[in-house]
Every structure is written in C-alpha cells, then in structure tokens.
C-alpha cells in the first residue's frame, strides 16, 4: 500500500531555530497538506497546496511558515523563527483525484522546541 | 462545512460489535461523511466514506440515513489493536479541501 513518508520523525531544535520538516507524498498524489497537533489535542489543519502553489492556510500558518515542493517528489514545511508553541506533530497528507478514497497521512514528525 | 458531534469516548470488549453515530444535521448536499481513525502518534489513517445508505469495506460498514443528518460507523468483532480515536468528518465532494477534525471518539477495547 503507497505510503506517505516524513522526515525526520522527531526534531529536536532551539527557540528561534528555523525547521524544516520533510514529506515524500504517494507518487501520483496531486493535493498536499500540512496538519499539526498539539499533544492532547485536536488535529488542525495549517495549509493545502496545489499546482505549486497555495491552495489554501489556515490563521495558524503565518509568515513564519512556508511550503515548498522543490523537486517532483518532496513537499517541505518551514518554520522560520521556532517558538515553544510550534512544539507538536506535524503530519503531511496527500490526496488523489477522481476516486474518493480519503487522504492519506504521513507518520508525522514530532516537533520539540526547547 | 457541517460541524458533526459524537460521543467523546466509548468502552467494548473484544469480540463485540462497535457502533460509533454522528450526528450532522447541517450537512450540505455535497458533502460526503469520512471516518479516520488514530492511533497515538500516529497520523489518521482512512477508514471508510459514504454519501447515502451502506457502504461497506475489508474493516468496517457505515450507515447513512436517507435524511443524512447522522451516520453509523460499524466496526464488527473489535479487537485490542481497534483501540483508538475515531473522527467523523463531513469533506466537500467538490474539491480536496482541508479536512477538519474534531475531538473524536475514543475507543477503547477491553480484555
């Protein structure tokens, strides 16, 4: 069964550090997103991306957030200035088109700002 | 999107069968419901979608009422490895657009 793949699968990094949490959505996947959660909470949805572009973000993905599909495989999340609360897991997922078979999701990284 | 309510935790043993309902009343036409599951640290993993009446697959069924304002997960004969946080989610057939998720329910299978 295709896989979405995330690295690394826990960060460790410094208030005030730039991350860069990467993605390898399923090959043939047109639709990508970022999703956080905070432990003990909700999934929240950050940031959709289409056609290489932003499709859509939430109030949460700010400008110290960014997204980028470098090259035709990986789709990369960067926080630019980390602090305490960006301290969650973040899952990447992918979508298809036509069937509607959900979205499938990485198995996130689990991000520690210390 | 519809906002879905369902109950925020539930108890079985194994070997029972498990119903999880969620209730959408403001469902719109072009909505389908979706149910995910997830284990802790992990990320939700795709169970099952419907638009209308049965919908069956290897892991669970999903009844959905003519009216569509509420829906049933089913998940026959659970097991331990079935404990988990179950979302039921109302996704717009007409795009692939943010999923939102709320609390979920938490299941937990017993001995």
């Known amino acids: 069964e295709p896989e979405v793949t995330q690295t690394p699968s826990h960060q460790v990094t410094q208030m005030g550090q730039e991350v860069i949490l990467r993605c390898v959505p399923i090959?043939?996947?047109?639709?990508f997103y970022w999703y956080r959660q905070i432990l003990g909470q909700k999934v929240e949805f950050l940031v959709s991306?289409?056609?290489?572009?932003?499709?859509?973000k939430s109030e949460i993905f700010d400008d110290q957030f960014s997204v980028e599909r470098p090259d035709g495989s990986n789709f990369t999340l960067k926080i630019r200035s980390t602090k305490l609360e960006d301290s969650a897991m973040y899952f990447c997922?992918?979508?298809?088109?036509?069937?509607?078979?959900?979205?499938?999701f990485g198995s996130g990284t689990r991000l520690t700002v210390v | 999107l519809a906002k879905t309510t369902q109950p925020i935790s539930m108890d079985s043993y194994e070997g029972q069968e498990v119903n999880i309902t969620c209730s959408h009343n403001?469902?719109?036409?072009?909505?389908?419901i979706t149910w995910y599951q997830q284990f802790p640290s992990q990320g939700p993993r795709f169970i099952i979608q419907?638009?209308?009446t049965k919908v069956t697959n290897e892991v669970a069924s999903l009844f959905i009422p003519a009216d569509r304002k509420s829906s049933t997960l089913s998940l026959p004969r659970v097991s331990l490895s079935d404990t988990a946080v179950y979302y039921c989610?109302?996704?717009?057939?007409?795009?692939?657009?943010?999923?939102?998720f709320g609390a979920g329910t938490r299941l937990a299978v017993h001995p």
């Open positions: 997922a992918s979508s298809g088109t036509g069937e509607r078979q959900g979205y499938t």
């Open positions: 989610l109302a996704v717009f057939s007409g795009g692939y657009n943010k999923l939102i």
């Open positions: 991306f289409y056609n290489n572009e932003i499709s859509e």
């Open positions: 090959s043939n996947h047109l639709y």
């Open positions: 419907g638009y209308k």
């Open positions: 403001n469902i719109a036409t072009n909505d389908y």
